[in-house]
């Protein structure tokens, strides 16, 4: 496609489910990244992926938080017995690599409300 | 650590009137800057960004922000704001160091008055 497209572009859930979230990035781009936007903490880094390697986890808040990345495309972004503090906009982006100057483009996130 | 601070949370200007966002950094080595835009309801879309060279930047939409260094500063200009500027605007900034994540500032959102 010719942007990041996420999916679900809304998703409520209980508290205490599990959830997953889904990002399509632009094809070609080899890096990955996830971020969540909330009320309270504004724009946060959670992870991102760059080809083959590891990916940086360092931003996931806890360990109810995983993504993976299949085949260097496509990315889930799991959360595990959600908290009603989990409720925020999911926000993937991807860019061509992740040397830490190209852009980043973003999908227009997921909005999840944890009830 | 890494930070960035937009000292504005909400700003109002009239539509043709000049406009100044400020952003202030902290990096331990040559940051990337960047200008994010994001209207209600959208992904971020990107105004310009600095690596290097000269410190004026051209952004889209008429914008442009000059890196000072010495100040630690990226703030964005816009000569005339024009009633479709309004939006919250993000600052943010990244590095060879930390691979391709980005630190954001809090956000500034723009109101524009008829």
């Known amino acids: 496609g010719a942007g990041v497209s996420q999916s679900p572009s809304n998703k409520v859930t209980e508290k205490g489910k599990d959830v997953e979230l889904r990002c399509d990035p632009i094809s070609g781009h080899t890096a990955l990244y996830w971020y969540r936007q909330s009320l309270g903490q504004g724009l946060e880094f959670l992870i991102y992926f760059q080809g083959n390697s590891a990916p940086d986890k360092s931003g996931l808040p806890s360990d109810r938080f995983s993504a993976e990345r299949t085949g260097g495309s496509v990315s889930t972004l799991t959360i595990q017995r959600t908290q009603q503090e989990d409720s925020a906009v999911y926000l993937c982006?991807?860019?061509?690599?992740?040397?830490?100057?190209?852009?980043?483009?973003f999908g227009p996130g997921t909005r999840l409300l944890v009830l | 650590a890494q930070s960035v601070t937009q000292p504005d949370i909400h700003i109002t200007v009239s539509e043709g009137a000049s406009l100044e966002l400020r952003c202030n950094y902290s990096y331990g080595a040559t940051p990337y800057l960047f200008w994010y835009v994001q209207s209600p309801g959208q992904g971020l879309q990107l105004l310009l960004k600095y690596f290097s060279g000269d410190t004026l930047v051209q952004g889209i939409k008429g914008f442009e922000a000059e890196f000072k260094r010495s100040q630690s500063s990226f703030n964005l200009r816009k000569p005339s704001v024009h009633w479709s500027d309004a939006a919250e605007y993000f600052c943010?900034?990244?590095?060879?160091?930390?691979?391709?994540?980005?630190?954001f500032g809090q956000g500034t959102e723009l109101s524009v008055k008829p």
């Open positions: 943010a900034v990244g590095g060879y160091n930390q691979g391709g994540k980005l630190i």
């Open positions: 982006a991807s860019s061509l690599v992740a040397p830490g100057g190209e852009t980043q483009y």
